[in-house]
């Protein structure tokens, strides 16, 4: 099998980090050789120095994407750390209907995988605001690095198996039978969903307007202090006043920093 040199590793690593955020540390070798292996044979190259080469001399951008496709890990499932929705639906909601005054609410799913966590909000905003749902302008943007994993929540399609720690009545309200014993979210849970490709490293993001509710969970955990801190006042200066930031249950924001006001574990707002 092809193997990578500690040089190697390293000028890979510090490339995806300089770009993507992501801290590739020393122990993950085995692992980013392994995934990167039939890549390199797919495409002939005798060494990881000449698969890095190309990548960073490809312009039409392909070989990034399926370099961070590869080395990514796009685990999730539905209902992941629960306690999450039950107070979004319970409190956050219940407090941006009763502030919003303009009706527009502005929800983001940072590094939204493969749309679990999305779709999710979308049934339970659907859920919450009932009759009057049609007032509101209550999108949901779901953004992710990797095209991939877009393109499959996209389609909203999911098996037996995976929507199974759904609630039953959402299972009847919101999916419907697909092919191969898969299930799919009907048009009006789809159509709430916006997804969109987005690198958090970017300088910048192209919003128009500030959100009331970011959930970006169980992404920092792969990234050092420094990009984290960075990545947080991002966060901060995109929350409207009073906003809510949702982070995974195994993430924290250091709870000395003036930004954010600390709720519950894992949950923070702006005030």
């Given at each position: 099998?092809?193997?990578?040199?500690?040089?190697?590793?390293?000028?890979?690593?510090?490339?995806?980090?300089?770009?993507?955020?992501?801290?590739?540390?020393?122990?993950?070798?085995?692992?980013?050789?392994?995934?990167?292996?039939?890549?390199?044979?797919?495409?002939?190259?005798?060494?990881?120095?000449?698969?890095?080469?190309?990548?960073?001399?490809?312009?039409?951008?392909?070989?990034?994407v399926?370099?961070?496709d590869k080395?990514?890990?796009?685990?999730?499932?539905?209902?992941?750390?629960?306690?999450?929705?039950?107070?979004?639906?319970?409190?956050?909601?219940?407090?941006?209907?009763?502030?919003?005054?303009?009706?527009?609410?502005?929800?983001?799913s940072?590094?939204?995988?493969?749309?679990?966590?999305?779709?999710?909000?979308?049934?339970?905003i659907?859920?919450f605001?009932?009759?009057?749902k049609?007032?509101?302008d209550t999108?949901v943007?779901?953004?992710?690095?990797?095209?991939?994993?877009?393109?499959?929540?996209?389609?909203?399609?999911?098996?037996r198996?995976?929507?199974?720690?759904?609630?039953?009545?959402?299972?009847?309200?919101?999916?419907k039978?697909?092919?191969n014993?898969?299930?799919?979210?009907?048009?009006?849970?789809?159509?709430?969903?916006?997804?969109?490709?987005?690198?958090?490293?970017?300088?910048?993001f192209?919003f128009?307007?500030?959100?009331?509710v970011?959930?970006?969970?169980?992404?920092?955990?792969?990234?050092?202090?420094?990009?984290?801190?960075?990545?947080?006042?991002?966060?901060?200066?995109?929350?409207?006043?009073?906003?809510?930031l949702?982070?995974?249950?195994s993430?924290?924001?250091?709870?000395?920093?003036?930004?954010?006001?600390?709720?519950?574990?894992?949950?923070?707002?702006?005030?």
């Amino acid at each position: 099998m092809l193997g990578i040199t500690d040089k190697e590793f390293m000028q890979l690593s510090d490339y995806i980090k300089m770009n993507f955020g992501i801290h590739l540390k020393k122990e993950k070798q085995t692992l980013v050789t392994g995934r990167l292996y039939n890549v390199l044979q797919q495409q002939g190259f005798n060494s990881f120095t000449d698969y890095y080469k190309y990548v960073i001399a490809d312009k039409s951008g392909e070989a990034v994407v399926t370099l961070i496709d590869k080395i990514t890990t796009n685990h999730t499932f539905f209902m992941r750390e629960v306690d999450h929705f039950y107070y979004f639906r319970d409190t956050v909601l219940l407090y941006l209907a009763n502030s919003v005054k303009e009706k527009d609410l502005r929800i983001w799913s940072a590094a939204c995988s493969s749309g679990e966590e999305a779709y999710t909000l979308a049934m339970i905003i659907d859920e919450f605001f009932g009759v009057e749902k049609h007032m509101w302008d209550t999108k949901v943007l779901a953004t992710d690095i990797s095209n991939n994993i877009l393109n499959t929540a996209k389609k909203g399609v999911y098996s037996r198996e995976r929507i199974s720690p759904l609630p039953s009545s959402w299972k009847k309200k919101y999916l419907k039978e697909y092919e191969n014993d898969n299930y799919v979210f009907i048009d009006k849970i789809k159509n709430e969903v916006l997804f969109r490709k987005l690198n958090l490293m970017d300088r910048s993001f192209p919003f128009k307007k500030k959100f009331h509710v970011i959930f970006c969970r169980n992404v920092m955990i792969y990234f050092d202090n420094e990009t984290k801190n960075e990545l947080i006042n991002k966060f901060y200066n995109l929350l409207e006043p009073g906003g809510f930031l949702f982070i995974g249950h195994s993430e924290s924001i250091n709870r000395d920093s003036p930004k954010f006001t600390y709720v519950r574990p894992s949950i923070y707002r702006k005030l």
